[in-house]
């Protein structure tokens, strides 16, 4: 593997295992959302944030080692607009995978439920119980999931692009069983 130019397997590794969990909690709150309300739905909502309280914090994780590690360089001919989209895109990507969970935390407590990670561990509510607050917080959490969703496809797509039309190896970085163009 050339290291000057390839992610770290810590960085494949947490790439892959939190992009599998948004992509798994994003469709539990899709599927959970629309349940008519019973235990059932009570479980799959505790579920729900015990995998946003996880993704938070792999995501902190995955930022210190960002941070740390720094990553490939773009291919050298890729325009320079198209690499200040790629990272502005990237660490949108970081401010949304924050987001997201946090502003779920938010919502939980302003609307007075809360959030025990995996049913043993206790957070505490960072806002008052505020009913009206709570909703504005859902729709925040919403916009927020569905921004990151379509900001996802566009990443996904770019990757496939530099792979199946540009032949470079920005995907197969990712994905390094990939034979690279």
């Known amino acids: 593997m050339d290291t000057a130019n390839s992610y770290t397997r810590t960085a494949i590794g947490l790439h892959w295992l939190v992009a599998v969990a948004i992509v798994g909690t994003f469709g539990l709150g899709l599927y959970m959302h629309e349940l008519p309300f019973s235990p059932d739905k009570l479980k799959l909502y505790a579920w729900h944030k ?34 200040r989209a790629a ?8 401010l949304l995978m924050l987001a997201v969970p946090l502003s779920g935390w938010l919502m939980s407590s302003a609307k007075g439920v809360p959030t025990v990670w995996f ?20 729709t925040v959490h919403k916009t927020f999931n569905f921004t990151m969703a379509g900001l996802v496809l566009v990443h996904a ?4 692009k530099h792979h199946l039309i540009n032949r470079d190896d920005v995907l197969a970085r990712m994905l390094p069983m990939l034979k690279k163009p």
């Open 119 to 138: 049913g043993v561990l206790p957070l505490p509510d960072l806002l008052a119980k505020d009913k009206a607050l709570g909703e504005l917080l859902e």
């Open 157 to 160: 797509g770019a990757a496939l």
């Open 87 to 94: 990272e502005g895109a990237h660490w949108l990507l970081y």
């Open 50 to 83: 015990w995998a946003g309280v996880s993704i938070f914090l792999l995501v902190l994780l995955r930022l210190v080692w960002r941070l740390t590690h720094r990553p490939p360089a773009p291919p050298a001919p890729m325009p320079a607009w198209q690499r």
